[in-house]
C-alpha cells in the first residue's frame, strides 16, 4: 500500500516534498478556505491549497486575535499563520462561508498579518439566477486580482483545462466512495479523510496519477471484518485522522458529510458550457452546505440517500463548538429523528474542539452507540465478538 | 455457573457475582463489593473482586466468565470482555424490574439518561458533556465545602426552611457560590438544599426528552441522594419507580449479566470450533 502511504504522509504536515519541488520550480502556491473554485487558480498556473492546522498543538497565538467563542479551527488555523507555517504559501483566499473564517480574513487584513496576497471572495448563499450572476461577477473579480498581482493571464482555455484536470480528481474520488459501499469495504474512513487532505495538499497532476494507482491497489484488500458496523458521519470540518480512528475502532465509516469529504467531489462542473466561468457558478453553489440558506431539504435528502446508498447502520453527527451552522443543522436531524418520517436511523451526537481529547468520554460514547446499532439490528456477529478486545 | 461483572468509575469500583443453577438459567446474585477507586483500574478491579469473591468463599478460578464496564472497563485483565456501561445500566435495570423503560444514571463524572425498549434493548442515551455539572463529583465539593459528608448532604437538605438558590453553570463555579453564601451567613441546611436543587436542574435538562411519559427509574450513588431525588421527581413531574436492588451496583449486575449472555452464545461455538 505504498500509494496510500504516501497519501497518509501528505495529510500529516501542512507542507510536503511536491509543493517544495513545485516551488524550487517558481510555481505559486495558493491557500484557500472551504470550497472555493480552484480552477481559476490553477488556471493562473498556480497550486490550490485548502488550509488546514494539521499541525496544530496550542492556540496561544491565535488567542490573542480570537475570543473565546470562535471556532477552534480559523482559531489553530491563525496559531499557525502566526508561527510561520503556512510561509510557502503566495497568497490566501479567504470566503464568508462563515463569519469565524471571515474574521480570519479581518485579522489578517487589520493587523497586517499576511505577508503577500489577501483576497476575500465573497460567495452567495442561497441559489437563485440574480445570486448565481452575482458570483460570477465575483469570480472574474477573483481571476483580475489574480492576474493584475501576479502578472499572469487566465485564459478561457487554461480554466477549461483546469475544470477538466479537477473533474477528473473528482471521478476518481468517486471511484473510491463506490468502493466503500462493499461489504466489507476496502478501505477505512480514516484513508479516507487522509486522501481527501492530500489530494488538496498536491499538485492536482500528482493526485490524480495517484489516486489511479491506489484504486488499482485496492482490489481485494481486507480492514475489517464482514458484517462489521457501518456508520456515516456528518460534519463540518474534520481534519483529525486519530479521531477517525477512535470512531472507528470496532466499526468502519463508510459514508461522510464533510467538507473533507462528498461536498468536496460531488456535482462536476459542466465542461459543456461555453462559459467556464458560468459552469464555476452553478457548481460551486450546488453543494448542499449547510452555509446555504434553503438547502435544508436538499441535505436530509442527500444525508438519506447516502445511508441508504451506502448501507451505513447508524448516523454520527459532530460539530465544532461554536460553528452554528452545524450546530443549528445539528438540531435538525434531531428533530428529523425523532419524526422519523424523512430521515430513519440510530443516530450519535459529538461535539468537540480541534485537536484537544477527552479520548475516554468520546470512546464510551461510541462504544455505547455500537451497542445500541447491534441491539437493534439483532446482527448474527455477536456484540461480544465485535468488543472483545 | 457462576458469572462476574466488574465496574469501575471515576470514583467508585463495583463487583456483582451471579450464580445460576444446573441449566444455567435463573440468575440470582450471591456477592455484591463497592469501594473508592485506588489509582490505577485495574488494582481497583482485582481488589473489589477479591472481596466479593472472599465474601463467599470462592475464588478467580470459579468464575465461569467476566465482564468489565464503566471508565476503566479496557484495563481489567482478568475480563473476558467489556461493554460500556450505558448498555450494563440498561441491562441490569431491565433484570431487576423488565417494566422499566428509561433510567437516569448519575455517577462520579458521568451523567446518563438512558431509554430502553420493551426487551431491554437500547433505543437511546444522552451524556453529559465533557463537564462535571450535574454529576457526582460536584456533590462531593459542595459537600466539602459545607464540612459535611457526601451521604449528610441529602437529609440535611430536608430541614431547610428558606428557599435559595445556587445558579453557576459549572461546578467550580458553583463552589465558589456556595462558599461565597456560606461566608455570608447563609445556613448549611438551606446551602444543602440548593445545592441539591442545582444538580437536579442540571441532570433534568439532560434527560427531559429521553425519560418523559415512561416508567423510569435513577440509579448511580447520587440516587441515594432524597433531596436530588426529590427535586428531580418535582421538576420532571414523575416519580421514579423504586429497584430492589442497590441502584449504585446496576452497572455492575449489567455486566454479570452480559457475561452469562457471552457464555451462552460464545463458549459453545469456542468448544465447537476446537473440537
Known amino acids: ?33 472551504c470550497n472555493i473554485p480552484e480552477e481559476i487558480i490553477m488556471a493562473a498556473g498556480m497550486i490550490p491549497y485548502r488550509m488546514r492546522a494539521v499541525e496544530s498543538t496550542k492556540t496561544t497565538l491565535g488567542d490573542i486575535w480570537y475570543s473565546t467563542i470562535n471556532c477552534s479551527f480559523p482559531r489553530n488555523c491563525l496559531d499557525q499563520i502566526l508561527e510561520g507555517k503556512f510561509n510557502f504559501l503566495d497568497g490566501l483566499v479567504v470566503m464568508n462561508s462563515c463569519d469565524h473564517i471571515r474574521r480570519l480574513y479581518d485579522n489578517c487584513k487589520y493587523g497586517d498579518l499576511w505577508p503577500n496576497f489577501l483576497y476575500m471572495l465573497a460567495v452567495p448563499h442561497v441559489v437563485t439566477p440574480e445570486s448565481i450572476r452575482q458570483f460570477k461577477r465575483e469570480i472574474n473579480r477573483f481571476r483580475l486580482a489574480l492576474e493584475e498581482h501576479f502578472n499572469v493571464s487566465i485564459t478561457q482555455e487554461k480554466i477549461k483545462e483546469a475544470i477538466s484536470t479537477c473533474n477528473h480528481t473528482r471521478k476518481l474520488l468517486g471511484e473510491l466512495y463506490e468502493l466503500r459501499k462493499q461489504d466489507p469495504p476496502p478501505i477505512k474512513g480514516a484513508e479516507i479523510l487522509a486522501i481527501m487532505l492530500a489530494c488538496t495538499a498536491l499538485p492536482k497532476e500528482v493526485a490524480n496519477a495517484s489516486l489511479e494507482t491506489l484504486l488499482s491497489e485496492l482490489n481485494g484488500r481486507v480492514v475489517i471484518p464482514k458484517g462489521s458496523p457501518r456508520l456515516m458521519i456528518a460534519a463540518g470540518y474534520l481534519e483529525e485522522i486519530d479521531y477517525m480512528d477512535l470512531i472507528e475502532k470496532d466499526a468502519v465509516v463508510v459514508a461522510d458529510s464533510l467538507c473533507y469529504g462528498v461536498r468536496y467531489l460531488r456535482n462536476l462542473v459542466d465542461e459543456n458550457k461555453d462559459d467556464p466561468i458560468d459552469a464555476l457558478a452553478y457548481r460551486y453553489t450546488s453543494i448542499a452546505c449547510p452555509r446555504m440558506i434553503e438547502s435544508y431539504d436538499d441535505r436530509i435528502e442527500t444525508i438519506n440517500n447516502d445511508i441508504k446508498e451506502y448501507n451505513a447502520d447508524g448516523l454520527i453527527v459532530d460539530n465544532l463548538k461554536f460553528c452554528l451552522h452545524w450546530q443549528v443543522f445539528r438540531f435538525m436531524i434531531e428533530n428529523e429523528i425523532e419524526k422519523g418520517e424523512r430521515l430513519s436511523c440510530p443516530l450519535l451526537v459529538l461535539e468537540r474542539e480541534l485537536h484537544t481529547g477527552a479520548q475516554g468520554q468520546v470512546k464510551t460514547r461510541i462504544q455505547a452507540f455500537l451497542e445500541q446499532i447491534h441491539d437493534r439490528k439483532d446482527q448474527k456477529v455477536s456484540t461480544h465478538e465485535a468488543f472483545k478486545y | 455457573m457462576i458469572f462476574a461483572g466488574c465496574d469501575v468509575g471515576s470514583l467508585t469500583a463495583k463487583a456483582v457475582i451471579l450464580m445460576t443453577n444446573q441449566d444455567n438459567k435463573d440468575p440470582v446474585v450471591i456477592s455484591s463489593e463497592l469501594m473508592q477507586v485506588r489509582p490505577l483500574p485495574k488494582q481497583s478491579a482485582t481488589e473489589i473482586m477479591q472481596k466479593a469473591l472472599d465474601d463467599i468463599n470462592i475464588s478467580f478460578e470459579d468464575i465461569d466468565a467476566c465482564c468489565s464496564t464503566g471508565y476503566g472497563r479496557e484495563e481489567i485483565s482478568f475480563a473476558d470482555f467489556n461493554i460500556s456501561e450505558i448498555s450494563c445500566h440498561a441491562r441490569g435495570v431491565y433484570f431487576i424490574d423488565p417494566s422499566i423503560r428509561a433510567l437516569i444514571d448519575i455517577g462520579g463524572q458521568d451523567l446518563k439518561a438512558i431509554r430502553i425498549d420493551e426487551k431491554g434493548r437500547l433505543l437511546d442515551f444522552k451524556m453529559n458533556n465533557r463537564c462535571a455539572a450535574g454529576t457526582g463529583r460536584f456533590l462531593e465539593i459542595s459537600a466539602q465545602v459545607l464540612g459535611i459528608s457526601i451521604e449528610q448532604l441529602g437529609p440535611l437538605s430536608l430541614q431547610s426552611k428558606k428557599n435559595i438558590s445556587v445558579t453557576g453553570q459549572c461546578s467550580i463555579f458553583a463552589e465558589m457560590e456556595v462558599t461565597h453564601k456560606l461566608y455570608r451567613g447563609v445556613r448549611r441546611t438551606d446551602l444543602a438544599a440548593a445545592i441539591n436543587k442545582a444538580m437536579a436542574l442540571r441532570v433534568s435538562a439532560l434527560a427531559k426528552k429521553i425519560v418523559q411519559g415512561v416508567p423510569t427509574c435513577i440509579t448511580g450513588g447520587v440516587s441515594k441522594n432524597i433531596g436530588v431525588v426529590n427535586n428531580l421527581e418535582k421538576i420532571l413531574g414523575m416519580s421514579f419507580k423504586k429497584i430492589a436492588f442497590d441502584p449504585q451496583m446496576i452497572g455492575a449486575l449489567g455486566a454479570a449479566l452480559y457475561a452469562k449472555e457471552y457464555f451462552d452464545k460464545e463458549l459453545p461455538k469456542q468448544r465447537k470450533m476446537r473440537a
Open chain 1, 1 to 33: 500500500m505504498e500509494t496510500l502511504d504516501l497519501f497518509k504522509e501528505i495529510a500529516q504536515t501542512n507542507y510536503n516534498r511536491y509543493l517544495e519541488e513545485a516551488k524550487s520550480k517558481g510555481t505559486k502556491i495558493i491557500g484557500y478556505f
